[in-house]
C-alpha cells in the first residue's frame, strides 16, 4: 500500500463517518504514546502508521479497547521464550 487514503480507513470503520474515523485514530495514537507497538510494517509518522493499522483492519471499535492486552501478551510470551533459550 503505497498511499493511504481517509476512504481506505472509512471502508474499514464502516458508516463513512469521519467523527468515528478521527475519534478511533486519536485512541489508538494515545495509546502508541504510552508504548504501544504498531500493528502494520513501516516507517512513517505516527499518524500515517495509525490510519495504516485501521485499513488493514487491525484496529477497530470492537478491539480498540483490548489492543493494549494483546501488547503485553505478547511481550511475556516472547520473554518467556528468551529465557527457555
Request: aromatic share 4%.
Amino acid at each position: 500500500m503505497a498511499r493511504i487514503t481517509c476512504e481506505d480507513c472509512l471502508e474499514q470503520v464502516g458508516d463513512d463517518n469521519r467523527f468515528n474515523l478521527i475519534h478511533l485514530t486519536i485512541k489508538r495514537i494515545k495509546q502508541h504514546r504510552h508504548g504501544e507497538p504498531f500493528l502494520v510494517e513501516g516507517k512513517n509518522k505516527e499518524i500515517v502508521m495509525t490510519l495504516r493499522e485501521i485499513a488493514a483492519d487491525k484496529v477497530r471499535f470492537d478491539n480498540i479497547d483490548e489492543l493494549p492486552d494483546l501488547g503485553k501478551d505478547e511481550e511475556v510470551e516472547e520473554t518467556e521464550l528468551e529465557s527457555e533459550a
